[in-house]
């Protein structure tokens, strides 16, 4: 056993790192390995013509809890970007989410009982029976039929590579469904991007003398020795993966990015748009300067397109695909995990769940509380 450190974490992504940061402020002694060549996980960024380039797509940070806000707060000071993405389909452009704009844009109606009637009335000629039994019925029941195949059907069949009737509903209750004239993506109370970027919240995490860092390193290469050697083990890969898929596959859902800088200062007058048809091979752009305001080469921008992608083995899984059949296999592994005492999981891929940033470090805080209590004062 080696004596130096109290604790391996696999993976330098948000969960991790919240847990090393917690534990090297708790006295106790990390390694962190992570087998990208860089720190931050999917929330990485890096500076680009001046511009903080979101490498693994768009990253808006959005809670309502006031905590969580405060504890991010203390790693960065964040804008207050407020993410309004505009839709694509077929060359016509409307607002999201789905708000009184987008309802204009549609059908010309000025009033929410305008809206509502509208709606209602393709909700009731789609006769859909009780409970919304997958995405489509979910998205119909709630928004109607003109919305769900304009702006809903395309984008979701692209990006998880199914058809929506074969898709959990809860995918699509993310989105907000607004009578107001209002385009933020998000309810929460707060919302903002950190100045500077993502990468540096992450840096400061792991500045502390109790905690070494080596990147380009994957836990599997060398995993025995890695149990042997560790008492330990905070795990935040694929939680299939470290039981060498022995109960069969969990799904995934892959991306591939296109990155390229253009010879103009504003490629699409925002940070997102959505690409909702189903020919459009990519899913959105993301214009990486109007997340910070005012900042890079008034002559240039780079713009990143999404392509989602199957997931194979090897490749970058992006999304837990958490239907009915996945979340059972699951389950299935969670069993396995809580047997194995020196290795807890955590993070998107470590727990098998679609989370968002602030859920993440909520997550990370409970593991660290159950594992080592509040801070000594
Ligand atoms: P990760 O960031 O995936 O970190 C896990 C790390 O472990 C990775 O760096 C990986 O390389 C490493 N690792 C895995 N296996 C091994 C191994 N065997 N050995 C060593 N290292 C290993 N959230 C929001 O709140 N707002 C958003 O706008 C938003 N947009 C998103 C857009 C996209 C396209 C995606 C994919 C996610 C988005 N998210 C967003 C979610 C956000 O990225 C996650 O909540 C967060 O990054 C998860 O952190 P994590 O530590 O669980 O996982
Ligand atoms: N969605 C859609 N049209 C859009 C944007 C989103 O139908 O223009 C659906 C799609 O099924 C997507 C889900 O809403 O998977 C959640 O969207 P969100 O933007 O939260 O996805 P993420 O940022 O996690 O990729």
Redesign the pocket.
């Known amino acids: 056993m080696n004596t130096k450190y109290d604790y391996l974490v ?8 919240v847990f090393a940061h917690e534990a090297a402020l708790r006295g106790k002694r990390v390694k962190v ?4 060549d860089h ?6 960024t890096k500076t680009v013509d001046g511009i903080q380039v979101h490498q ?7 809670t309502s809890d006031k905590a969580i806000w405060d504890y991010v707060n203390q790693f960065a000071e964040f804008n207050r970007f407020t ?1 309004s993405p505009m839709a694509n389909y077929n060359g016509q452009l409307y607002n999201l989410p789905f708000n009184m704009n987008t309802f204009n844009e549609l059908w010309g109606v000025q009033t929410p009982a305008e809206a509502k009637a509208k709606i209602q009335s393709q909700i009731e000629a789609a006769h859909l029976n009780g409970q919304p039994k997958n995405l489509e019925e979910q998205a119909i029941s709630l928004i109607g039929t003109d919305i769900y195949q304009k702006l809903i059907k395309g984008y979701t069949e692209k990006q998880w590579g199914q058809a929506a009737t074969a898709l959990p509903a809860f995918i699509i209750r993310r989105l907000p469904v607004r009578y107001t004239f209002d385009n933020n993506y998000f309810n929460d109370t707060y919302q903002g991007i950190p100045i500077g970027g993502y990468t540096q919240i992450v840096e400061k995490l792991l500045d502390h003398a109790e905690i070494d860092v080596e990147t380009g ?4 290469a060398d995993r025995d020795a890695y149990l042997a050697n560790y008492p330990k083990v905070i ?4 939680i299939d ?1 470290y039981f060498d898929y022995q109960l069969g596959e969990l799904a995934y859902r892959s ?1 591939r990015f296109e990155t390229e800088t253009v010879d103009t200062g504003n490629y699409q007058g925002n940070a997102v748009v959505n690409y909702t048809d189903a020919a459009t091979p990519y899913t959105r752009i993301i214009e990486h300067k109007h997340f910070e305001f005012g900042n890079g080469d008034p002559e240039k921008s780079v713009i990143t397109r ?1 392509y989602p992608a199957d997931w194979h083995r090897g490749d ?1 899984p ?2 837990p695909v958490n239907n009915q059949q996945n979340n059972a296999l699951y389950k299935q592994y969670a069993a396995l995990a809580k047997a194995e005492g020196q290795v807890i999981f ?6 098998y769940r679609y ?6 470090i909520h997550a ?1 805080l409970v593991t660290v509380q159950a594992e080592l209590g509040d801070l000594p004062q």
């Not at 330098?12 to 790192?17: H, I, K, P, S």
């Not at 390193?217 to 599997?220: I, K, L, N, T």
């Not at 989370?355 to 993440?360: A, L, R």
Request: glycine letters at 16%; charged letters at 15%; zero cysteines.
């Open positions: 696999v993976g330098a992504g948000l969960f991790g790192t390995i992570e087998k990208r720190i931050a996980g999917n929330i990485y693994y797509g768009a990253h808006i940070f959005h993410n390193v994957d836990f599997f795990f935040t890969g694929m993966q991306l999404e970058e992006y999304y955590g993070g998107r891929l470590g727990q989370y968002d940033m602030h859920q993440v990370a």
